[in-house]
């Protein structure tokens, strides 16, 4: 819900006349264009072009690869690649003198509802290839390029040495790996082995019962391309495909490898063996051309630079970790991506984990990669299914856990966490998940304002969304609207006005009056969300801040910021008073100030809260905690199994840092730690659908540029401090209105853009990396 921007104590409208009037200022009435253009004289004889040159991204790219100088032991050490759909983690093979690729994909499941969404509708592993030299492993020399999303380097063995490379094809499912023997290791080979397809949550809770393993992958040989064919027990099948290319006048040897899934029919094994019988017929530098093309497309979409090495490495690998596990046609990232380790947690998580995955997408400008908004549109009928039967003509919802389809399965032992009903203990009512993912589909639409999205897939779903609320909303006795008791996520005990639903509940119905104005419909129940946006409960606080709920306090360790959502991400309270702000940051205090429970993700909701509050000292302290305690040698992140979102949300942190557009105000380095003296922004996308460059030296904002896609209203805090001036791509002076010290309004329409320097300065309008600070190691196993 966008919120009103924050109150000024004057307002003056003000006209820069650019070179023409010496860089005058004209305060006064609002000027109209006529005169404004009248005013503007001739345009000066070098236009404000922002140059991007390409090496720029060559150079932030190439410092942020990873290396390795010694074996990765574990997944959360070593290399990974992917395509959103099909993933490889390379490192050492356990107990044995071999490397371990690991071949998984995002569509291999189960489909056994009966069992629940974590055993019946689970992903299921694939297995693995072992490369297995003639010689004992001594060294290995790795590096993972994020400008060519490929793995390159060399193995070295008493025997000899493998040098390899290796990449997941970015538009089909196939995973080269080329290897060149040198010494004695001309007879090293490839052994795949299948994993027994049963979910892994069996590794770590009791199975339901009736729940066993799928019968054994068998091995075919199809005119030189092998196959494991694996049969699901519900029919349908998923196969693993590869052939090794071995030309006698070619050292190298390329293993060529492809995974198809199909349900419920078997037509997997023929499209994964086709893929891999195609492949084969040219050498690997073959497929690579598109692939890398691809990739250079993507990081040119965005571009950030900051001082701080570290930071700026880890985000630009989780921009790399995005695009290897996402697509927008792909499914809705699981916990650990398309990548499958040992995990209780063999499931698409709604509580928390995709929110949090998917946020950068916005901000770095990749909204082609909006998997949330299209699955939510794509699979709607399994939301209305997953409430109970006599809401369904109305409401909708989603459980805690999914499959690819939105499927919680049947309730089953340790294996589905169904919406619930509120006031009801059992099944837990954890009603909010599907308005919380809705929110993610409404950034999609600000940040494009693309009213398909409003119309086909928010308002219809988000409608259905309060409607499941609106059945339970009583009056008390202060005259208030009140919910039954309902389930924070995930601290334990129900409670009445629980503060994660009413949060969302305020939001949703906000929202679905300002999309109902926007589309121009007269919708039948806009009165009944303004009157609960009137009547709703108040949100229970007591002397520690916000609650988890009217009858539950925080009172002790808990990693989940569910409470606090009004705060972020939905910026409703974003302390604009005094007293808003005080709670805000008594909340926060009281939140992290327990120990015991506290996760990665802890310290992203920290870092963004403390940046909506304007502290970038506080934001960075809560982003260097998580990099030291919780985010591992690759920039991975685990718990009890590996989950891909506390990492990319701190992409997004950083991003809450650098821009905020909350409220239809965008807002230029809003959080920047007073060590982050240079800092360089280009094409950020914000709220309002604009693309924002801007530059910053020796510590103040030097140039700020806009570009609108949509001519949606543009009131830009640029932090440029004195006169400026306002310029559009023409040099031309542009009329802005300036509604508080630092803040301008500026008449802006689609497809125009407005340059903001300081008056009379002419800066550099280069795109290029700043120095860093100090030195940093790089992230992999560099020593």
């Known amino acids: 819900m966008p919120t009103a921007p924050e109150p000024c104590p004057s307002r003056r409208s003000v006209l820069a006349t650019g070179s023409a009037l010496g860089g005058a200022v004209l305060a006064g009435a609002a000027v109209p264009a006529q005169a404004a253009a009248a005013l503007t004289g001739p345009a000066p004889a070098a236009a404000p072009v922002v140059h991007s040159p390409a090496d720029s991204w060559r150079t932030v790219l190439d410092d942020a690869d990873l290396v390795w100088k010694r074996m990765p032991k574990t997944w959360y050490e070593g290399p990974f690649l992917g395509n959103g759909f099909l993933g490889s983690g390379i490192y050492a093979e356990p107990g044995a003198n071999a490397v371990r690729f690991n071949v998984q994909h995002s569509e291999v499941q189960d489909h056994r509802p009966e069992f629940g969404s974590l055993f019946g509708l689970a992903r299921l592993p694939i297995g693995h290839f072992t490369l297995e030299p003639v010689g004992t492993i001594t060294a290995v020399d790795w590096r993972l390029g994020l400008r060519e999303a490929e793995l390159t380097g060399t193995v070295t063995t008493d025997r000899g040495s493998l040098a390899l490379r290796a990449f997941v094809h970015t538009s089909s499912a196939l995973m080269a790996v080329e290897v060149t023997p040198a010494g004695d290791e001309r007879d090293f080979r490839w052994v795949f082995r299948p994993a027994q397809a049963v979910s892994p949550r069996v590794a770590f809770m009791p199975r339901p019962p009736g729940y066993g393993p799928n019968p054994p992958a068998t091995v075919e040989e199809l005119d030189g391309v092998h196959a494991a064919v694996q049969p699901l027990l519900a029919g349908g099948q998923h196969v693993t495909a590869w052939h090794e290319r071995i030309r006698e006048d070619e050292d190298r040897r390329t293993l060529y490898v492809s995974v198809a899934h199909s349900f419920p029919g078997t037509t997997a094994r023929d499209r994964a063996v086709r893929t891999v019988r195609a492949a084969s017929t040219a050498p690997y530098d073959v497929h690579t051309p598109a692939h890398r093309a691809w990739w250079l497309r993507y990081y040119r979409k965005s571009f950030l630079s900051l001082p701080d090495a570290g930071l700026q490495r880890f985000y630009w690998i989780q921009l790399y970790k995005f695009a290897a596990a996402a697509r927008k046609d792909a499914p809705v990232m699981a916990t650990s991506g398309p990548w499958l380790e040992p995990t209780p947690w063999p499931a698409t998580w709604w509580n928390l984990n995709v929110q949090l995955e998917y946020w950068l997408l916005h901000g770095s400008n990749h909204l082609d990669m909006d998997a949330v908004a299209r699955a ?39 294996a589905t966490f169904p919406v619930g009903i509120p006031g009801e203990a059992t099944p837990t009512p954890e009603i909010g998940n599907l308005t919380w993912a809705l929110h993610n589909v409404w950034l999609s639409y600000r940040h494009s304002m693309d009213e398909s999205v409003l119309r086909d897939t928010l308002f219809p779903l988000l409608r259905r969304a309060v409607a499941y609320y609106l059945h339970f909303l009583t ?27 009413l949060m969302l509940l305020r939001w949703g119905c906000a929202t679905l009056v300002e999309s109902a104005r926007t589309l121009g419909l007269d ?200 006169p400026i001036e306002i310029r559009d791509r023409s040099g031309h002076p542009l009329a802005y209105e300036e509604t508080a010290p630092g803040t301008v309004r500026i008449a802006l329409p689609k497809g125009g853009s407005a340059l903001i320097t300081a008056a009379g300065d002419r800066p550099d309008l280069t795109i290029r990396p700043v120095p860093a600070t100090a030195e940093a190691p790089r992230w992999g196993l560099p020593a």
């Open 475 to 501: 009056p008390g006795p202060d005259g208030r609207l009140h919910l039954p008791a309902t389930y924070s996520p995930e601290y334990g005990g129900i409670t009445r006005d629980c503060n994660y639903d």
């Open 523 to 722: 919708d039948e129940m806009s009165g009944r969300w303004s009157e609960v946006l009137t009547r709703l409960a108040p949100y229970p606080v007591d002397a520690n801040g916000y609650m988890i709920g009217a009858d539950i306090p925080f009172a002790k360790s808990h990693r989940h910021f569910s409470h606090l959502l009004a705060v972020y991400p939905l910026h409703e309270v974003t302390g604009r008073t005094t007293e808003e702000r005080a709670l805000i940051e008594k909340s926060l205090a009281h939140w992290v100030g327990f120990t015991g429970a506290l996760q990665g993700y802890t310290f992203t909701g920290a870092a963004s809260i403390s940046a909506l509050l304007g502290k970038g000292e506080d934001a960075l302290t809560y982003l260097s905690t998580l990099m030291r305690q919780f985010i591992q040698a690759n920039t991975m992140y685990k718990e009890s199994g590996p989950v891909i979102e506390t990492p990319l949300a701190a992409a997004q942190s950083l991003h809450d840092m650098v821009c905020q557009s909350w409220g239809d105000t965008i807002r230029v380095f809003p959080a920047l730690p007073a060590a982050w003296r240079e800092l360089t922004v280009h094409d950020f996308r914000t709220q309002g659908a604009f693309l924002l460059s801007a530059v910053r030296e020796e510590g103040r904002t030097r140039w700020v540029r806009l570009t609108s896609e949509a001519g949606a209203p543009c009131l830009v805090r640029h932090g440029i401090e004195g």
């Open 376 to 414: 939510l549109g794509e699979f709607r009928d399994s939301l209305s299914q997953q409430v109970p039967a006599p809401y369904r003509p109305d409401s909708a919802g989603i459980a805690r856990t999914t499959d690819m389809k939105l499927r919680s399965g049947d309730v089953a032992l340790n």
